[in-house]
């Protein structure tokens, strides 16, 4: 067997905080080999460690102890050979954005010693690969979020580097991006024999590399191809679907059966993972039900993952009822939006936008970064003007009306608006407060708020020190202290690990169960199953709307008889694509 | 070309683009010494003149009318009458005259007779430094008027010491002589540690310093090639400073220009090792700005003895003027401008500025290493 390009012995890595008991373990006794030629997946949620990985690999971190090989030089005492021989391309491209796309590459090309008469060769090649070849004068501040990602890429394989790592190159990037970066890095190893150590949030990407580590709070969880992984849940997935109960109502009803680890609502059905192989029986399962229909399914890498983590630690929560007092008034269409238009200077970053949102449904805004989601959210809750258009929420313009319009909503912002200082029940306390709630209303709400999201344990806990999927529980807890009958959360999910996504998505169906009418964005395309509509959204205007399942039946073809959400999307983006160069002929 | 001066030439051109194309570098570079320069060239004055001066005479005589034009006809004073002391007083509280000079009914007969000095002085010592040159002015030309009002009545003046003052080197005492060299120093503190400060934290803000730290670039090539260009800039600030201090405030230059480049290029030299200093520690823009204003822009200002006497201030105080590199140079600068090549003065002081770019080179090469931790 070849040597291997990246050794991880017994590594451990720990950041020192100033008292000795909060100290973090980031990785804890992490072992591995990864071999040339292929593509390596690192895998794992927000704060698993993948960064601090790809760091040590570099040798711009040291380890705590345990030893490192990088293309057989040691990580430590040898870190400036290995880093002139490994290409590196950190979370945030490492691009200067106010220079133009050549002279980022020519930057890159003298950095890593890429003779002269080699670069025209290799700066067509790469351009040619990225697509950014009619883009060389640009700066680079001004390619979207996808093109950046490429031209990070490109100046990392400027001089073709035996061992390529890449810290979170798909991550917020459109699909359609996402699926060319995929194949510029084929490309590579197939070409060049590259080997490369990419790392992800994505689960659905494991499926994409030969081989997977699968890394959980800084524990190695496993390492394999995508189908030893998945391999180990054959027999135990299952779909489920039944006449007379939505498909939120049955996966709440599953989520609770006996013998089921995790139930998702996938499309029209609800998917299983057992916690045995063997076919279920619907007493078992749904008693009392009538026409239920269950089907084994393909397992996926997800499933695996779910599966592991599940029988891991079981302190998730199992949310249940939401049990809040919502005002159902009889308006039927709360939320409506009609030609919204939002300009920056010369740039359109919402450009005649419109949907109607009903009561008590969870309406979707899909699209990459940049896509004007979190644009569209903020003149919605009447945070922005808008430029042109019309909108109104509950009946009113919130950046018109004043407070009583604003007691209708609660809004939980991109990364969770908390205040790291107070502690858990502190937050509470101050949103209550916020809102007007006071004495005994206060507590009250305070008292429901520790009770419904299982924060008891936390309450004296300050809020900069929660995991992720606490923080986000509670600013979902502080988005609803007033009852709110209109919900808007904006990236709820971004960088939360998939079981606190799930437990994050079973209480929003939860409370659009109670009437609770949410408008949610993402750009994870799977999330727009949970959803009853959504739009899709790219560079500031609506490609389509729709349920999931309409949005899926477009993109169905000979081929592709079961499309997922991210091929729907890829085929309106090249539809459009298409119509904006017929119309250039035009 | 070898390899290493290769990275290194990528290094400089990268940053001079990036220089060039961000216009906040410009303007702390060329536009804000120009309007330093005409801030304290033109508005900022240190010498007392028209100071507003309330005279109150309550006999006016051929004596107090003589006096009262003394002050009229001086430079110094822009003198008003006021009928009663009250309404003067009042207008002493409004802030509406500096100072009172009052002479009352029976102040010709005292003089003539020879008696006490009969004439009553009030200054507001708000601001004790103007206090103390407008009672000194007052003085003087209280003085000079007895001196000619003696001489005319044919007698002289019987003082028991009688001095003659010779102001060196800026005889026409003018502040603008001495706070324009010095302000040279405060531009370059500006563009080599402020500026260089808050850019090179830039870059690992916005995670260009990792990626530049996975190529077979060195440390030592890095910081030459950040420093190569800042130098050049901050020698670009200092040269329009010069030009405008000799050409448009006609400061006179009495030492060789070759000194005063090569000191310049000492100072600008500690001044960027401080700014990298700060940047390879703070690693983030707002707090290198902040550190770089307390740490090395204040003390400039206030201790560097280019606003303030030095020899005035409470010991200790400077005691801790020795820590400020723009002491040094300010001394070398108001000495090469106003008073020539004085050896001690310019060797003693850049002897101190070696040996503190000497000391904070040491600290910059050892905290920059190619890690994050």
Same mark, same amino acid.
């Given at each position: 067997?070849?040597?291997?390009?990246?050794?991880?012995?017994?590594? %451990?890595?720990?950041?020192?905080?100033?008292?000795?008991?909060?100290?973090?373990?980031?990785?804890?006794?992490?072992?591995?080999?990864?071999?040339?030629?292929?593509?390596?997946?690192?895998?794992?949620?927000?704060?698993?460690?993948?960064?601090?990985?790809?760091?040590?690999?570099?040798?711009?971190?040291?380890?705590?102890?345990?030893?490192?090989?990088?293309?057989?030089?040691?990580?430590?005492?040898?870190?400036?050979?290995?880093?002139?021989?490994?290409?590196?391309?950190?979370?945030?491209?490492?691009?200067?954005?106010?220079?133009?796309?050549?002279?980022?590459?020519?930057?890159?090309?003298?950095?890593?010693?890429?003779?002269?008469?080699?670069?025209?060769?290799?700066?067509?090649?790469?351009?040619?690969?990225?697509?950014?070849?009619?883009?060389?004068?640009?700066?680079?501040?001004?390619?979207?979020?996808?093109?950046?990602?490429?031209?990070?890429?490109?100046?990392?394989?400027?001089?073709?580097?035996?061992?390529?790592?890449?810290?979170?190159?798909?991550?917020?990037?459109?699909?359609?991006?996402?699926?060319?970066?995929?194949?510029?890095?084929?490309?590579?190893?197939?070409?060049?024999?590259?080997?490369?150590?990419?790392?992800?949030?994505?689960?659905?990407?494991?499926? *994409?590399?030969?081989?997977?580590?699968?890394?959980?709070?800084?524990?190695?969880?496993?390492?394999?191809?995508?189908?030893?992984?998945?391999?180990?849940?054959?027999?135990?997935?299952?779909?489920?679907?039944?006449?007379?109960?939505?498909?939120?109502?049955?996966?709440?009803?599953?989520?609770?059966?006996?013998?089921?680890?995790?139930?998702?609502?996938? @499309?029209?059905?609800?998917?299983?993972?057992?916690?045995?192989?063997?076919?279920?029986?619907?007493?078992?399962?749904?008693?009392?039900?009538?026409?239920?229909?269950?089907?084994?399914?393909?397992?996926?890498?997800?499933?695996?993952?779910?599966?592991?983590?599940?029988?891991?630690?079981?302190?998730?929560?199992?949310?249940?009822?939401?049990?809040?007092?919502?005002?159902?008034?009889?308006?039927?269409?709360?939320?409506?939006?009609?030609?919204?238009?939002?300009?920056?200077?010369?740039?359109?970053?919402?450009?005649?936008?419109?949907?109607?949102?009903?009561?008590?449904?969870?309406?979707?805004?899909?699209?990459?970064?940049?896509?004007?989601?979190?644009?569209? $959210?903020?003149?919605?809750?009447?945070?922005?003007?808008? /430029?042109?258009?019309?909108?109104?929420?509950?009946?009113?313009?919130?950046?018109?009306?004043?407070?009583?319009?604003?007691?209708?909503?609660?809004?939980?912002?991109?990364?969770?608006?908390?205040?790291?200082?107070?502690?858990?029940?502190?937050?509470?306390?101050?949103?209550?407060?916020?809102?007007?709630? &006071?004495?005994? *209303?206060?507590?009250?709400?305070?008292?429901?708020?520790?009770?419904? $999201?299982?924060?008891?344990?936390?309450?004296?806990? +300050?809020?900069?020190?929660? /995991?992720?999927?606490?923080?986000?529980?509670?600013?979902? !807890?502080?988005?609803?202290?007033?009852?709110?009958?209109?919900?808007?959360?904006?990236?709820?999910?971004?960088?939360?690990?998939?079981?606190?996504?799930?437990?994050?998505?079973?209480?929003? +169906? !939860?409370?659009?169960?109670?009437?609770?009418?949410?408008?949610?964005?993402?750009?994870?395309?799977?999330?727009?199953?949970?959803?009853?509509?959504?739009?899709?959204?790219?560079?500031?205007?609506?490609?389509?709307?729709?349920?999931?399942?309409?949005?899926?039946?477009?993109?169905?073809?000979?081929?592709?008889?079961?499309?997922?959400?991210?091929?729907?999307?890829?085929?309106?983006?090249?539809?459009?694509?298409?119509?904006?160069?017929?119309?250039?002929?035009? | 070309?070898?390899?290493?001066?290769?990275?290194?030439?990528?290094?400089? *051109?990268? #940053?001079?683009?990036?220089?060039?194309?961000?216009?906040?570098?410009?303007?702390?570079?060329?536009?804000?010494?120009?309007?330093?320069?005409?801030?304290? @060239?033109?508005?900022?004055?240190?010498?007392?003149?028209?100071?507003?001066?309330?005279?109150?005479?309550?006999?006016?005589?051929?004596?107090?009318?003589?006096?009262?034009? =003394?002050?009229?006809?001086?430079?110094?004073?822009?003198?008003?009458?006021?009928?009663?002391?009250? #309404? =003067?007083?009042?207008?002493?509280?409004?802030? &509406?005259?500096?100072?009172?000079?009052?002479?009352?009914?029976?102040?010709?007969?005292?003089?003539?007779?020879?008696?006490?000095?009969?004439?009553?002085?009030?200054?507001?010592?708000?601001?004790?430094?103007?206090?103390?040159?407008?009672?000194?002015?007052?003085?003087?030309?209280?003085?000079?008027?007895?001196?000619?009002?003696?001489?005319? %009545?044919?007698?002289?003046?019987?003082?028991?010491?009688?001095?003659?003052?010779?102001?060196?080197?800026?005889?026409?005492?003018?502040?603008?002589?001495?706070?324009?060299?010095?302000?040279?120093?405060?531009?370059?503190?500006?563009?080599?540690?402020?500026?260089?400060?808050?850019?090179?934290?830039?870059?690992?803000? %916005?995670?260009?310093?990792?990626?530049?730290?996975?190529?077979?670039?060195?440390?030592?090539?890095?910081?030459?090639?950040?420093?190569?260009?800042?130098?050049?800039?901050?020698?670009?600030?200092?040269?329009?400073?010069?030009?405008?201090?000799?050409?448009?405030?006609?400061?006179?230059?009495?030492?060789?220009?070759?000194?005063?480049?090569?000191? /310049?290029?000492?100072?600008?030299?500690?001044?960027?090792?401080?700014?990298?200093?700060?940047?390879?520690?703070? &690693?983030?823009?707002?707090?290198?700005?902040?550190?770089?204003?307390?740490?090395?822009?204040?003390?400039?200002?206030?201790?560097?003895?280019?606003? $303030?006497?030095?020899?005035?201030?409470?010991?200790?105080?400077?005691?801790?003027?020795?820590?400020?590199? =723009? *002491?040094?140079?300010?001394?070398?600068?108001?000495?090469?401008?106003?008073?020539?090549?004085?050896?001690?003065?310019?060797?003693?002081?850049?002897?101190?500025?070696?040996?503190?770019?000497?000391?904070?080179?040491?600290?910059?090469?050892?905290?920059?290493?190619?890690?994050?931790?």
């Amino acid at each position: 067997m070849d040597n291997p390009v990246l050794a991880f012995h017994r590594v %451990r890595q720990v950041f020192n905080s100033d008292d000795e008991d909060d100290d973090v373990c980031v990785l804890d006794d992490v072992s591995f080999d990864i071999i040339p030629g292929q593509v390596t997946g690192l895998i794992g949620p927000d704060g698993a460690g993948k960064t601090t990985l790809m760091r040590l690999a570099c040798g711009l971190l040291r380890p705590e102890s345990g030893a490192i090989r990088v293309l057989g030089l040691d990580a430590v005492a040898e870190s400036q050979a290995v880093q002139s021989v490994v290409g590196y391309m950190p979370q945030r491209f490492g691009l200067y954005e106010d220079l133009s796309v050549q002279e980022n590459l020519d930057l890159y090309a003298e950095l890593q010693n890429l003779p002269q008469k080699k670069r025209a060769a290799r700066y067509t090649e790469l351009m040619h690969m990225t697509g950014l070849a009619p883009f060389t004068a640009r700066l680079a501040g001004q390619l979207s979020g996808g093109m950046k990602q490429k031209l990070g890429l490109a100046c990392a394989l400027l001089r073709a580097p035996r061992l390529l790592l890449l810290d979170e190159p798909t991550v917020g990037v459109d699909p359609v991006s996402r699926r060319e970066l995929w194949a510029i890095v084929y490309r590579q190893v197939k070409e060049q024999g590259m080997s490369v150590l990419l790392s992800t949030a994505y689960l659905d990407e494991a499926e *994409r590399c030969h081989e997977v580590l699968l890394l959980h709070r800084g524990k190695l969880l496993g390492q394999g191809s995508p189908t030893d992984f998945s391999s180990k849940v054959q027999g135990r997935i299952f779909q489920v679907s039944a006449a007379g109960a939505s498909r939120r109502q049955l996966q709440a009803r599953l989520g609770q059966a006996p013998g089921v680890l995790d139930a998702l609502v996938e @499309g029209e059905t609800v998917r299983l993972v057992m916690a045995q192989a063997g076919q279920p029986t619907v007493e078992n399962l749904l008693p009392g039900l009538d026409e239920v229909f269950i089907q084994p399914a393909a397992p996926r890498f997800e499933d695996a993952f779910i599966a592991l983590l599940k029988t891991r630690h079981e302190d998730t929560a199992s949310p249940g009822k939401m049990d809040l007092h919502i005002d159902a008034r009889d308006d039927d269409e709360v939320i409506q939006v009609h030609k919204l238009l939002r300009r920056f200077g010369d740039f359109i970053a919402v450009n005649n936008v419109s949907f109607q949102v009903r009561r008590g449904e969870i309406f979707g805004l899909l699209g990459a970064n940049g896509a004007g989601k979190t644009t569209t $959210f903020r003149m919605l809750c009447g945070l922005l003007p808008a /430029s042109g258009g019309e909108l109104s929420v509950a009946g009113l313009d919130l950046h018109t009306a004043r407070a009583e319009a604003r007691r209708h909503i609660g809004y939980m912002a991109q990364k969770f608006s908390l205040y790291g200082d107070l502690s858990v029940t502190q937050n509470l306390r101050f949103f209550a407060s916020a809102y007007g709630l &006071r004495n005994h *209303r206060q507590d009250e709400r305070v008292a429901w708020a520790i009770d419904t $999201f299982e924060l008891a344990d936390y309450g004296e806990t +300050n809020a900069r020190d929660l /995991s992720l999927g606490f923080k986000q529980r509670l600013s979902f !807890a502080a988005a609803l202290m007033h009852e709110p009958d209109i919900l808007f959360l904006d990236e709820p999910t971004s960088g939360v690990d998939p079981l606190a996504r799930r437990e994050f998505w079973a209480r929003t +169906n !939860a409370l659009a169960e109670a009437g609770v009418t949410v408008l949610v964005t993402t750009h994870f395309m799977e999330e727009a199953n949970y959803c009853d509509r959504l739009v899709i959204m790219a560079e500031g205007t609506v490609l389509a709307e729709g349920t999931p399942g309409e949005m899926k039946a477009r993109a169905r073809t000979v081929d592709n008889s079961d499309p997922t959400m991210e091929d729907a999307f890829i085929q309106l983006i090249e539809q459009r694509e298409q119509d904006k160069n017929m119309e250039a002929v035009a | 070309m070898n390899v290493r001066l290769r990275r290194l030439w990528g290094m400089i *051109r990268k #940053e001079s683009l990036q220089i060039l194309r961000d216009p906040s570098s410009i303007s702390i570079a060329f536009v804000m010494p120009v309007m330093l320069l005409l801030l304290f @060239g033109y508005g900022v004055s240190l010498d007392a003149k028209n100071i507003p001066l309330g005279i109150v005479i309550e006999q006016p005589d051929t004596a107090a009318q003589s006096l009262a034009g =003394a002050f009229d006809r001086s430079e110094f004073f822009l003198p008003q009458r006021f009928a009663a002391i009250q #309404e =003067a007083r009042q207008a002493l509280a409004e802030r &509406r005259i500096d100072g009172i000079l009052w002479l009352r009914n029976d102040f010709s007969g005292r003089l003539l007779s020879g008696g006490e000095a009969p004439m009553g002085v009030f200054v507001n010592g708000v601001d004790s430094n103007q206090a103390n040159i407008t009672k000194g002015y007052i003085q003087g030309t209280w003085l000079a008027w007895l001196q000619h009002f003696a001489a005319a %009545r044919g007698q002289t003046l019987d003082l028991p010491v009688s001095m003659e003052q010779r102001v060196w080197f800026n005889p026409a005492l003018s502040s603008h002589l001495f706070l324009v060299p010095g302000l040279i120093a405060i531009i370059m503190t500006m563009i080599g540690s402020l500026l260089t400060a808050m850019v090179v934290a830039r870059e690992w803000e %916005r995670g260009t310093m990792e990626a530049l730290m996975v190529t077979p670039l060195h440390m030592g090539e890095m910081l030459i090639g950040k420093l190569i260009p800042y130098f050049v800039l901050g020698m670009g600030g200092m040269l329009l400073s010069v030009a405008m201090a000799l050409f448009l405030f006609d400061v006179p230059l009495r030492g060789p220009v070759w000194l005063l480049m090569l000191c /310049s290029a000492l100072f600008m030299l500690v001044s960027l090792a401080i700014g990298l200093l700060i940047s390879i520690v703070t &690693r983030n823009q707002f707090l290198a700005g902040q550190v770089a204003l307390v740490v090395s822009f204040l003390p400039s200002f206030l201790l560097s003895g280019f606003l $303030f006497d030095i020899h005035s201030m409470p010991a200790w105080v400077q005691a801790v003027t020795y820590l400020v590199p =723009a *002491r040094y140079f300010v001394a070398i600068l108001q000495t090469l401008f106003l008073a020539g090549p004085v050896w001690p003065v310019v060797l003693l002081n850049a002897g101190a500025m070696l040996l503190m770019l000497l000391i904070f080179a040491v600290l910059v090469v050892k905290k920059s290493y190619k890690r994050l931790d």
